[in-house]
């Protein structure tokens, strides 16, 4: 039986909730919902997030059952109604109607101003806004790669040139000072980045090398995140830029030296910013691209399963667009852990061998199945998410 009134109420949502756009985890698509007040975060399926959408104050929750209904070809219960209600009353996303008339603009307690547009990031934000324009930015990052190959290409002959700095003590400490400024750089571009396109920076320390970026998950376009995770090598990129400039103008011994050995020290940490293995930014970058959440463990559930599926064995279905992400992401993931397994074994292989003999490489191969296998069998625990029915199905710190 209907509760007395109850589709005629006229539920709402806070203001200060913020919803992501569809996102992947594995074969599902989900939304994230976060309470900017307390920062809590909630995953919630399609359905549910069509409904919450629509709980506006203005329509009615039999309207919204009707636009459900047209969209899904299924009326609601009055318990999904009722659960649904109570979900979003005990973890506190409903609206509280005033006690009285609504304060006038002004009037009251004023607006918090947002952290991440505030002080020196704001700042900066605004002046550089220009090197943000994404014409701009993929234009650095074309030099950018130029110059990488440039070096890969000049090798040889700048580490021959290099090589007396990572002995002298001097250009030694020079050459620590520059790539931990370029490191700084790094963060401060992620900030810098952040604030720009209006997500919040809650703790930046250049000194820790350290950025906390809050809510950028939640921008509504996915190339604004691609940017944000992607600043740091752009700005470790710009470094290296200026100092190959630098290289070809400044005179003199010292600075050849000097410079030499930063560019090669600058060129191995945009190299490695970029490899897409977390928690590096290019992983970051690449489950932006591919809007996946959880991108690393997802690949694991994937290749763990898909020997049942193989088999033609009752397991989780695949969209192709999720199969085709997870199985590459994975399979690159396991030839990098091929070689680098390769690399281990030999090399304690050949420590061993004068104690051991042929049995030498057993031992460590041994090791590193063990480790491949625990690394394939984590993804069996089931996730929270999984073992709520109704919306909010999972909390998740984001």
Not at 71 to 77: A, D, I, N, Q, T
Not at 169 to 177: E, H, I, K, R
Not at 284 to 312: G, N
Request: aromatic share 8%; proline share 8%.
């Amino acid at each position: 039986m209907t509760p007395p009134g109850l589709l005629a109420k006229r539920p709402r949502l806070r203001e200060d909730l913020i919803f992501s756009r569809p996102l992947q985890r594995g074969p599902d698509t989900v939304y994230l919902l976060k309470d900017r007040r307390s920062g809590r975060a909630f995953e919630i399926p399609p359905k549910e997030q069509f409904l919450l959408r629509r709980l506006d104050g203005v329509r009615s929750l039999g309207e919204v059952g009707t636009e459900y209904a047209d969209e899904y070809g299924r009326r609601l219960g009055d318990a999904h109604w009722t659960r649904l209600l109570w979900l979003l009353h005990e973890r506190d996303l409903l609206a509280v109607p005033p006690a009285g008339p609504a304060p006038a603009p002004g009037d009251g307690e004023r607006a918090t101003a947002d952290p991440g547009r505030s002080g020196a990031l704001g700042w900066w934000a605004h002046r550089l806004r220009f090197l943000l324009r994404p014409a701009v930015f993929a234009l650095v990052a074309v030099l950018v790669v130029a110059l990488l190959v440039l070096v890969g290409l000049r090798l040889g002959p700048l580490w021959q040139t290099a090589r007396p700095a990572f002995t002298d003590p001097v250009s030694l400490v020079a050459l620590v000072l520059l790539a931990w400024s370029s490191a700084a750089l790094h963060e401060f571009a992620h900030g810098v980045v952040a604030v720009h396109f209006g997500a919040t920076v809650n703790r930046i320390n250049l000194v820790t090398l350290t950025c906390r970026v809050e809510d950028y998950l939640y921008l509504p376009r996915r190339s604004q995140q691609v940017l944000i995770a992607s600043a740091g090598a752009v700005a470790n990129g710009l470094v290296l830029l200026l100092a190959g400039a630098a290289l070809i103008v400044l005179p003199g011994a010292f600075a050849d030296r000097l410079l030499s050995a930063f560019v090669l020290v600058g060129a191995a940490q945009t190299l490695v910013n970029v490899i897409a293995l977390p928690p590096l930014d290019g992983y970051k970058v690449l489950s932006h691209l591919l809007d996946q959440l959880d991108l690393a463990p997802e690949s694991r559930r994937y290749l763990a399963t898909l020997p049942r599926r193989l088999l033609r064995r009752p397991s989780r279905r695949y969209p192709r667009r999720a199969a085709v992400c997870l199985g590459l992401f994975g399979a690159g993931w396991l030839l990098a852990s091929a070689a680098a397994a390769s690399l281990v074994i030999v090399y304690l292989g050949a420590l061993l061998r004068p104690s051991l003999g042929a049995l030498a490489y057993v031992l460590p191969a041994a090791i590193v199945g063990l480790t491949v296998a625990g690394w394939l069998a984590r993804p069996g625990r089931p996730r929270p998410a999984d073992r709520i029915p109704a919306p909010p199905t999972s909390e998740n710190n984001q």
